[in-house]
DNA sequence: TACATTTGCATCGTGCACGATATTAATGAC
DNA sequence: GTCATTAATATCGTGCACGATGCAAATGTA
């Protein structure tokens, strides 16, 4: 058989893309509860670490671009979650900062990563195989986002 | 420092999201010039390998829905890469055939995984991690698959 | 054979992603 | 100080993803 790396099951970015979106379909329940989505849920994460950041400080801890996290912010905003103020040193720049009901959600998140991990391990994989794999990513990341870079 | 779990850092979903994002970027250009993107790729991949399946087959083998790949297989009609049509034996089956055009993209397509792989193996990366890290997602799928179902 | 159920696909609405472009503020060069 | 350049966001258009819903064909059941 010819064209073998042409097929799908040979392929680890196909595993990779699919795995993330039935992760992200696995946390809808528990988020859904919340009202948010999986980008929500990041950007809150973000915040509830480092609270007060600019829009800019959010872009590079998420690796998304403003084209993506501007109507995403509008719409927690909308949603009561935080507030968007240009900053006084640097009119340029906008700093989010949550609101109440944004910090209070904290509470209400915080068995998400648990309940998730419980579903993922099994007989088959156990914590360090998944701390293997957060490290290869994250390498992964790390080569990807230079070459992204090079490329402009 | 409490919380740890619901630090980004810490989380090995985050990984999976950004990496899924970052290689179907880093597919872009190479995509781009056969004037397709990654999901309409990963549908002639399907197709090069077995031609002539049915609209739920495909969602089988590529783990998404009708109402995703729909839509998709529209505009890969109009983009004259495909052909879909009722089938005669049931006709609540739609056969999606590739056009000349379609498989002639094969040609074109043959170089890139290979690409893709030399840009991602480094000396921190193997052939054989890459190949464990497919396996262990892949089981993941599976489990998540299954939660999936059990859900409904 | 009626009729409820299931199956295969499509449509709709919403929320990402992201390239391209615009806008305004800050910075740099001279 | 003037003007080009850069930086920080925002907007727009297009293409996914996906839950919810609709619809017609096939299947199951009495």
Redesign the interface.
Known sequence: ME?V????S??????????????????R?YLEEMGIT?PQY?VL??L??NDGLTVNQITE???LNTNTLSPLLKRMEKMELLHRNRSSEDERSVIVHLTEKGKNL?AQ??PI??N??K??L?E??NLS???Q??D??????R???E??KN?K
């Open positions: 064209d790396q042409l097929k799908l040979s392929q680890v970015c196909f595993p990779i893309y699919s795995a993330s979106r039935l992760i992200t379909k696995a946390y329940p999986y990041l994460m973000v509830w670490e801890k998420l690796l904290k998140a915080r990563p648990e998730l991990i579903i993922l099994t088959n994989i195989d998944v701390i794999l957060k290869m990513l994250n390498e992964w990341i080569i990807l986002t070459n992204d490329l």
